[in-house]
Each structure stands twice: as structure tokens, then as C-alpha cells.
């Protein structure tokens, strides 16, 4: 588990590190998670499964792009 805690810390991971699944927060202190995704796609294409966890509901848009989608409120840690 690679954990990290802004947008630019985990656009720089994404660049330089290889992932099996992430998990991802759309809510960030410097950004937009969500913008992350386009950058995950293009180097992993579809071969890397992303999930959403987050407090905020994303839109169907962002939705079709992932794995799944889970929100943080309705969501047990089991």
C-alpha cells in the first residue's frame, strides 16, 4: 500500500511507480482526483482496476470510467 495525501503527490506516483489497484479520492486538499483518472487510463489502460472511495458522490460520467464506486458514508470497513 502506497498511501499519499494530495493531487500532486499522487499524479507524481502514478508517473514514476507501478500499481496493481488504486484507490482513489476524488476530494483532495490541491485538486480534483477525478482529473487522475485520464492519466491512470493512459498508462494503464483498462488492465488496472480504480475504485472511488470518497465522501462525495461522482458523477455518472466519472462512474463509467472505473471499476466501482464507494462512498465513504455507506460504506463499512469490512
Do not use: C, H, W
Not at 499524479?11 to 500499481?19: S, V
Not at 482513489?24 to 498508462?43: F, Q, R, V
Not at 488492465?47 to 458514508?73: H, Y
Amino acid at each position: 500500500m502506497v498511501p499519499v495525501y494530495s493531487f500532486k503527490e499522487a499524479k507524481n506516483k502514478i508517473e514514476n511507480e507501478t500499481f496493481d489497484l488504486i484507490l482513489l479520492d476524488i476530494i483532495l486538499p490541491d485538486g480534483d482526483g477525478a482529473e487522475l483518472i485520464p492519466l491512470i487510463k493512459s498508462k494503464y489502460g483498462n488492465s488496472i482496476p480504480v475504485i472511488i472511495l470518497s465522501s462525495q458522490e461522482s458523477n455518472a460520467e466519472i462512474n463509467k470510467r472505473v471499476a466501482a464506486v464507494l462512498v465513504k458514508s455507506r460504506t463499512s470497513n469490512e
